[in-house]
């Protein structure tokens, strides 16, 4: 049975130049960074080139790059630096962050150690930024707001400049999850207001398990795990060598790739809307689908009906992956927390599936799917 890849917003498959880049930190180059002797030395050269690399990428200083496990590794560094270092003693956040982000403020409101405040959504789920200006002027103390970039789930794109404008004129913290946009648009840093940002690896062809996190230069903060003097003494435990020579090559080659692989990949997603448009009149689409969005990302509302609930589970059978919603929260059975509040509360009438893509799929997949879901419902 073919099986059709239409997930890749939970993960990608690895990019076989990363593979062949990763390959002698596999085997012959596994020296610990951390050694003195030419064998450790080797390796913490490749590291460092490889921080260069994601550094020139990004517009940013090498110093400001952290290599960790993930983009929820990062989130929790960035956010608990934020407390407990700069002071911060209020959060603005939004209902549709991923779960990284939600827990951890949530926590941390709950716990006392900052008030949390929840911007309002427009009513095509973007940020609305006249509420935000509203929160930060009525403030009072040091803040941190932590809005994502891109949202994983409907794909809504945040403006980065004028949340970090309005959090230049508050003096704000500004934290941005762009696990989703990192390897998929072009970043400036040195030009944007803005103090935290992730990454992680799989979500552009990279490897599991490596991210990084970038801190602005003169951001003092105490490590989040401790236990070793790596990364600067900044995040113990010893280096996910072939993971961040990975993650540098597979961020070079998306960046390389930039201008032809967003055009394609934008194609077969207003492909897909169309198709869908023209064979089920009855769908709609979750967020802003053709204006400010994910070019990877297609978030489709079916109707709720006895055939539309089992879709995914139908979908699966036929070998087609796509999800109903962030992959870290995939066994759960109800509507996500991102589509329960872009339609306030009211989605029990609606199946949500997201299809997300990479310039590995074709037309011809998405036509098989549509000829599918004509079976189905």
């Known amino acids: ?24 930190f596999l085997t012959e180059k596994f020296g610990n960074p951390s050694s003195i002797y030419s064998y450790g030395r080797e390796t913490k050269l490749a590291i460092e080139n490889a921080r260069k690399t994601v550094a020139r990428i990004l517009n940013a200083n090498p110093g400001e790059i952290f290599f960790t496990s993930g ?31 939600l827990h951890t403020v949530e926590y941390m409101a709950h716990a006392g150690h900052a008030k949390l405040s929840i911007v309002r959504l427009t009513k095509d789920g973007h940020i609305d ?30 403006d980065i400049n004028a949340v970090g404008e309005l959090c230049k004129k508050y003096d704000a913290i500004f934290y941005s999850d762009t696990v ?12 944007t207001y803005i103090h935290f940002i992730n990454g992680a690896g799989h979500k552009f062809h990279g490897p599991k398990g490596v991210g990084i996190l970038y801190v602005k230069e003169g951001i003092r903060i105490k490590p989040y795990i401790n236990g070793g003097a790596q990364e600067r003494n900044m995040r113990a435990g010893t280096e996910n060598l072939y993971g961040i020579i990975g993650f540098a090559k597979a ?19 207003h492909y897909m809307a169309d198709r869908l448009r023209e064979d089920f009149p009855s769908v709609t689409f979750n967020g802003d689908t053709n204006g400010q969005s994910l070019y990877a990302v297609l978030n489709v509302a079916f109707p709720m009906s006895e055939k539309t609930d089992m879709l995914l589970f139908n979908l699966d059978i036929a070998g087609i992956c796509v999800s109903g919603g962030s992959a870290c929260t995939s066994g759960a059975n109800s509507v ?7 339609h306030n509360g009211s989605s029990d009438e609606i199946v949500p599936i997201r299809f997300s893509f990479s310039r590995h799929n074709t037309k011809e997949e998405i036509d098989t799917v549509i000829e599918k879901l004509k079976e189905f419902i």
Do not use: W
Request: hydrophobic share 40%.
């Open 71 to 101: 983009g929820t590794e990062s989130t929790n560094t960035a956010i608990n630096a934020a407390i407990r270092d700069l002071g911060c003693k209020h959060i603005i956040s939004s209902p549709i962050e991923h779960h990284a982000t």
């Open 251 to 269: 961020l070079e080659i998306a960046t390389l790739r930039f201008q032809q692989d967003s055009s394609y990949i934008n194609e077969l997603k």
């Open 180 to 191: 989703q946009t990192v390897g998929h648009y072009p970043f400036d840093l040195k030009k």
């Open 129 to 158: 930024l006249n509420h935000l200006e509203e929160l930060l002027a009525n403030s009072g103390v040091k803040t941190l707001v932590t809005l994502m970039h891109a949202n994983n789930e409907i794909g809504n794109l945040l």
């Open 1 to 24: 049975m073919q099986r059709i890849y239409f997930d890749n917003a939970a993960t990608t498959a690895l990019d076989p130049e990363v593979l062949e880049a990763m390959m002698p």
């Open 336 to 342: 996500s927390h991102v589509i329960q509040a872009i």
